[in-house]
């Protein structure tokens, strides 16, 4: 099992996972193509410009106003991103199999980061729980999601940590970053790939061609 | 995904309760998926595909946070009880369906846009709504008065079934008013070759004709060369664009860029409107696939902040007292008027008084995107949910608010009423009339 999950399965997640999401790009790009207005409303200046005030911190009013879902929300993706890209344990085995390796964080540090993304993922859910609006428009899928990008995290955290049944807890945590890897492109976590286009539409409409501003 | 609670008074809408009765699921099912595969392509499944239903949004609606934070008028509610459920059901739906839609989209919400600016990925909510209004159009679910507005669109190319008699007559009477002030103020029609063409919405004839004098006693004092045309495709506004009606408000804006052509003028400068210059500047050009205006537009705020700051008009005295001004959508958050705005504002007033929040981010009127076009039915529940813009108005202690746009100024007299307010809500060029200083070889000989 192990030898399995490890090995072809990780190709075909990430096969999956990088083919997904270029395909949905492509799609997308291609099915613009057809809106004749889409991309003469475009320009990268005004597209940037929007992107900058939105990947910065408290860089526009509106994060201002809402300090602690901007700081969780902040720590959450990165961690989310970071922390397995520079994972020791990861690049280990990475650098068993292709020999290749980059930086690595300390793994006091990963263990924090983990927990950062494990205490996000409870906040949203508290959020999906408890405020009116996001509890009105939730479903199923958004708690499935929420398990999706949380369990990976939550298995590698037990088995970093060695609690239980470590063989099958790592198997698990494999499984479930797998899962993960896969879900992106087909479901509503492609925001990873398409804030940035959705992102710099309405930036450059406000900025480009409305003249106005969108932070 | 379980239905929204949304309790609302019931509403007696001629129109939309007669479309209701007749409406059939084929009929709905056709244009629901004709419009989302023909007309919406890959942008609006982007936009889905892309929310993660987060909530952000709710805090930008004036709807939902003057109506205690009622989850039905939250943005993404709003997109969830219309576009999630047409795409779901494939546009398996009943005509019942089609008529809330309706009800969402033209009366519940003012495509202000402010919720895209709150939206973490940016995505433009009121895209969808005009979307649904495009679907409800199709479909003849349309609130009676706006339709009634767009029927005059369709049929005499002005909002307000001005006849063309009355048009001719209503200019030459405001060019003998204005030349009470200024003897040799002329208003002239149909003057090939001037610089400036200049437009109004269908109102400004009908009841608001001293507006017509105000701009020929600025003209005159500017020292202008311009004219207004004698035909149709004087008004710039269009209701249909709000409706969902496209193909009327393409006719619309085409006639009135090819008026501006006939004439061979440089540019049009258009009266005190924000949906108009909407029309005018993107959403015209945009669907027509000119991109731009062939001529160019220019809106009332910057062709007076051209004047005053080009000296051309000089203000002799300021109005007095605390003043403050609404910030129009469609010429501040969605064209970047907000700061020269300000500079006439602060020009003419002595105390000029900034609402707060201001500039793009400032609340609507809760009158525009066509929302006091839907008529007394819903007007109730409109001046309700301007709540939250009527303690920003009570705040800044003003004796008068400006509103330089149509639909803000009705609005914000019905905001003034509904709250008590006891303010005064004018135009600015009713402002700059009383300021500005008139030339000694302009003014009236006394006998």
């Known amino acids: ?215 | 995904m379980k239905p929204t609670i949304a309790i609302r008074e019931p509403v007696v809408d001629d129109l939309m309760d007669q479309t209701e009765k007749i409406l059939t699921e084929e009929q709905i099912e056709k244009v629901i998926n004709e419009v989302i595969d023909q007309e919406t392509g890959v942008r609006l499944q982007t936009y889905v595909d892309t929310c993660i239903h987060c909530g952000l949004c709710a805090e930008a609606c004036h709807w939902y946070l003057s109506n205690d934070r009622d989850v039905s008028f939250a943005p993404v509610t709003k997109v969830k009880d219309t576009i999630w459920v047409m795409l779901e059901k494939k546009g398996k739906v009943d005509a019942a369906f089609i008529k809330r839609c309706s009800q969402i989209a033209h009366t519940e919400c003012n495509v202000c846009r402010r919720c895209g600016m709150y939206c973490p990925f940016g995505i433009d909510i009121a895209y969808m709504m005009l979307v649904v209004r495009r679907i409800c159009a199709k479909l003849e679910m349309v609130p009676l008065y706006l339709q009634d507005t767009v029927n005059s669109h369709a049929a005499t190319m002005n909002q307000m079934w001005v006849k063309p008699d009355e048009w001719i007559d209503t200019l030459q009477w405001q060019e003998e008013e204005a030349q009470g002030y200024v003897p040799s103020a002329r208003l002239p029609l149909e003057k090939e070759g001037a610089e400036i063409m200049y437009s109004v919405i269908g109102p400004e004839p009908k009841f608001l004709a001293q507006l017509l004098g105000n701009i020929t006693v600025i003209m005159k004092v500017a020292g202008l060369d311009w004219t207004m045309p004698a035909t149709a495709g004087w008004d710039n506004s269009n209701m249909a664009m709000y409706s969902g009606d496209f193909e009327v408000m393409a006719r619309v804006e085409r006639l009135h860029h090819e008026t501006a052509q006939r004439l061979k003028v440089k540019k049009i400068v258009m009266g005190e409107c924000g949906h108009a210059f909407r029309g005018g500047e993107y959403d015209g050009p945009t669907w027509l696939g000119w991109m731009s205006p062939p001529i160019p537009i220019v809106h009332a705020v910057a062709f007076y902040y051209d004047l005053i700051k080009s000296g051309r008009i000089k203000i002799a005295k300021k109005v007095e007292g605390p003043v403050t001004a609404q910030y129009p959508c469609n010429i501040v958050r969605n064209a970047g008027l907000g700061s020269k705005l300000r500079y006439i504002m602060s020009a003419v007033c002595e105390d000029f008084v900034d609402l707060i929040p201001n500039d793009r981010h400032a609340f609507c009127c809760n009158a525009g995107g066509d929302t006091i076009n839907c008529g007394p039915p819903w007007k109730k529940i409109r001046v309700q949910s301007a709540k939250i813009q009527s303690e920003n108005f009570k705040r800044t202690g003003a004796h008068t608010i400006v509103t330089p746009c149509h639909n803000c100024h009705s609005g914000v007299e019905d905001i003034v009423d509904g709250y008590k307010l006891g303010m005064h809500v004018k135009f600015f060029s009713e402002l700059l009339i009383e300021a500005m200083e008139i030339p000694e070889h302009l003014k009236p000989k006394e006998e």
């Open chain 1, 1 to 215: 099992m192990y030898e399995f999950v490890s090995g072809p399965l990780v190709w075909i997640a990430f096969i999956i996972f990088v083919g997904g999401s270029l395909y949905k790009i492509y799609r997308m790009l291609s099915g613009a193509k057809k809106d004749m207005t889409l991309f003469r409303h475009m320009s990268l200046k005004h597209s940037l410009n929007s992107l900058v005030h939105w990947v910065i911190p408290f860089n526009n009013q509106y994060m201002q106003k809402r300090p602690i879902f901007t700081i969780v929300s902040f720590s959450f993706h990165i961690c989310l991103i970071l922390t397995p890209v520079f994972l020791l344990g990861h690049l280990v085995l990475l650098d068993e199999s292709w020999n290749i390796s980059w930086f690595n964080i300390p793994d006091g540090v990963a263990d924090w980061m983990t927990i950062v993304v494990i205490a996000g993922c409870i906040f949203y859910l508290y959020r999906r729980l408890t405020d009116p609006v996001v509890k009105n428009v939730t479903d199923g899928s958004d708690y499935l999601l929420l398990a999706i990008t949380a369990l990976p995290f939550i298995t590698g955290f037990i088995a970093y940590h060695q609690l239980f049944a470590y063989k099958t807890i790592l198997i698990l945590h494999i499984l479930a970053g797998e899962i993960m890897l896969i879900a992106i492109p087909f479901t509503r976590l492609s925001h990873m790939l398409f804030f940035v286009f959705t992102r710099a539409l309405f930036g450059s409409e406000q900025g480009y061609w409305k003249h106005s501003k969108d932070w």
